[in-house]
């Protein structure tokens, strides 16, 4: 099983970008998808979880910014990112619950992660 993030890069701030986490590889189910981010010299934070339910879950410096939504058909997550702020630059890491089999056992699995700037 392998995640593989893509979507980031510079955008000035105030723009916005679009991450998306294709899961790929022996996959029955997934479960709950999430996506967090890392910058220098900080600890690694959530950033937004999305149940396969749609329950959904923000980190309070995103809400109103950025939307988590996945495609459950294609096994990719997605997070749109608008009004990027210069405290959002970080690499952000792709999660994901998923079992490879029926017996209803899910993993944790996690993307490279993909690097986002934002210039002020």
């Known amino acids: 099983v392998q995640l593989v993030e893509s979507g980031g890069g510079l955008v000035q701030a105030g723009g916005s970008l679009r991450l998306s986490c294709a899961a790929s590889g022996s996959i029955f189910s997934i479960n709950a998808m999430g996506w967090y981010r890392q910058a220098p010299g900080k600890q690694r934070e959530l950033v937004a979880a999305?149940?396969?339910?749609?329950?959904?879950n923000y980190a309070d410096s995103v809400k109103g910014r950025f939307t988590i939504s996945r495609d459950i058909v294609k096994n990719t997550g997605y997070l749109q990112m608008n009004s990027l702020k210069p405290e959002d630059p970080a690499v952000y890491y792709c999660?994901?619950?998923?079992?490879?089999?029926?017996?209803?056992?899910?993993?944790?699995?996690w993307g490279q992660g993909t690097q986002v700037t934002v210039s002020s």
């Open positions: 999660t994901a619950e998923i079992a490879r089999g029926s017996g209803g056992y899910y993993e944790g699995y």
């Open positions: 999305a149940t396969r339910g749609g329950a959904t």
